[in-house]
């Protein structure tokens, strides 16, 4: 789901992935009716779902859960951030929603770090990425610079029907990094490789990333402080 077919904000995509765990909690109150932490559960990620859809793109916490979980047409949370959510006011049937939500993000990027990923960059500051590639020979190589991950993981089949894992990230000195790599996680990447533009134009012309990718970029820049 895009954040076109939801609504016009992210924070609806996301919206909706709470309300889909909402749901399986629903199946578990029929199947265990003498579990009331069920209910609980499912009726405060109801609530919880329409706290998150209220809040705008720019609050941190909605960057840092797309980065950490979403790939830009779905909200793909890993397994430590749905447990998380499957707990949620089961145990505390007066858990803040504002507080989980902060809970969340740190779930999320725990589901990373498993994965073998980055954190996500917060706030409006760069950090050091690092990236695995390889050369012609199969030996591996490491590339680092001082940027921040625009989109941090995607699919795209490009024009040679090639299955490949992308992030996209701007770098401290104004230029787009494409990053991509063969494989489930980058840990396992069996190709990877990674390509610098000028400008995100270049980027789009050279290599024709899918269309929603660049738009979602285009229009919402996120705000970057450059120490140039």
């Known amino acids: 789901m895009t954040a076109h077919q939801r609504g016009s904000t992210w924070a609806s995509v ?10 399986q909690l629903y199946k578990r109150v029929a199947q265990f009716p003498n ?29 840092q859960l797309v980065r950490s979980t979403h790939d830009f047409r779905t909200f793909n949370p890993g397994p430590i951030l749905s447990r998380e959510l499957l707990r949620f006011r089961s145990v ?21 770090e498993q994965r073998g990923e980055s954190a996500p960059a917060t706030g409006t500051g760069v950090s050091r990425i ?8 199969g030996k591996l190589v490491q590339q680092a610079f001082t940027g921040r991950w625009l989109i941090e993981d995607f699919e795209w089949v490009d024009e040679e029907m090639v299955e490949w ?14 990053y991509r790599y063969k494989g489930s996680a980058r840990r396992d990447a069996t190709e990877a490789r990674l390509t610098v533009y000028g400008s995100l134009d270049d980027l789009e012309a050279e290599e024709r990333p899918p269309e ?3 738009a979602a970029i285009k229009r919402d820049p996120m705000l970057l402080e450059l120490d140039i």
Not at 51 to 57: G, K, T
Not at 130 to 137: C, E, G, K, P, R
């Open 165 to 178: 894992r992308c992030g996209i990230a701007e770098t401290r000195g104004g230029r787009y990094a494409l």
């Open 14 to 23: 996301i919206a909706e992935g709470i309300e889909e765990h909402a749901r």
């Open 35 to 63: 579990n009331p932490g069920n209910l609980r559960g499912a009726r405060g990620l109801t609530r919880l779902a329409r706290y998150v859809e209220s809040l705008p793109d720019s609050d941190p916490r909605i960057e």
């Open 212 to 214: 929603d990718i660049i």
């Open 92 to 112: 505390d049937p007066k858990q803040d929603l504002d507080s989980f939500l902060s809970l969340l993000v740190a779930r999320a990027v725990e589901d990373a």
């Open 130 to 137: 690092v990236v695995d590639t390889y050369a012609a020979d």
